[in-house]
């Protein structure tokens, strides 16, 4: 069984900051989420953060856990969990896209987070589909 889990946050990583903070994020949990059969895909848009994790559903909790202790992130919703047939991120321990202010408007609040979470989902499917941003 695959699990799949979809967050935001609110970044605590501010400005300059973010330059060398949220790479670094991305530097660490690339190799710890190949060892624990963990993939997905990772937004960075300057005041917030999205995440889907896929893969045990142990190992998929144990990262969140680290996650809502991490002091760089701040109320962390989860959108989304829950058993899914196939992995949608195979291809990457974790697809990267960010900082970008153009992605900014993908967590502005419609009040329906179901909307929220097929709006971020299909804009990372559609930057790891064609390797945009840092994919790997």
Do not use: C, K
Request: no cysteine; aromatic share 8%; net charge negative.
């Amino acid at each position: 069984m695959i699990y799949a889990l979809l967050y935001i946050s609110d970044s605590m990583v501010e400005g300059a900051e973010s330059a060398d903070a949220v790479p670094r994020i991305v530097e660490v949990s690339r190799p710890r989420n190949a060892r624990v059969g963990v993939t997905g895909a990772l937004i960075f848009a300057e005041s917030h953060f999205a995440q889907i994790l896929e893969g045990p559903q142990a190992a998929v909790e144990e990262l969140m856990a680290s996650i809502r202790r991490d002091p760089r992130h701040r109320n962390v919703q989860v959108l989304r969990e829950g058993a899914v047939p196939e992995r949608r991120f195979a291809r990457w321990s974790l697809a990267y896209y960010g900082p970008s202010t153009l992605l900014g408007d993908l967590f502005s609040d419609s009040g329906d987070s179901e909307e929220t979470a097929d709006r971020i989902t299909a804009v990372m499917a559609r930057l790891a589909a064609f390797g945009g941003g840092n994919a790997n």
